[in-house]
């Protein structure tokens, strides 16, 4: 009980308004971020829903070798900076720069990319 008023106040700005979550900021555009780590969760978020579509996607299709690498990178780094330059129009230079906003979470969803992608082209491709 305690923890669910807590949230509760946890959710009312002072002047009496509802705190917008994070995720209804995240899908909607040029949404006011209090804190810099909030937005860089949802870019890091993001990323491992991109690279999960992308390898069932490239499991399913059975795409192969450095091509499959290749485009994930593009399709991955070009939808977030199409995301956080257009759709979010926040300032590149308040998180590091273009460049850290791009690598953030990289790392992590090309590893979870290649796991879904090497299960699933496994299961249907392999005889």
Not at 42 to 47: A, G, K, N, P
Not at 80 to 108: A, H, N, P, R
């Amino acid at each position: 009980m305690a923890s669910s008023s807590k949230r509760k106040e946890e959710s009312h700005l002072l002047n009496g308004a509802v705190k917008q979550s994070t995720w209804s900021k995240a899908f909607s555009g040029n949404a006011v971020w209090e804190e810099k780590d909030e937005f860089l969760d949802v870019i890091y978020w993001l990323r491992q829903i991109i690279a999960v579509i992308l390898g069932v996607i490239w499991g399913v299709a059975p795409l192969k070798g450095f091509l499959g690498i290749a485009i994930f990178c593009a399709i991955n780094a070009g939808l977030l900076y199409l995301y956080f330059s257009s759709f979010q129009q926040i300032d590149e230079e308040e998180y590091g720069g273009t460049w850290e906003l791009t690598k953030e979470g990289f790392m992590t969803s090309f590893a979870l990319f290649l796991v879904v992608w090497i299960i699933f082209y496994t299961a249907l491709h392999f005889d």
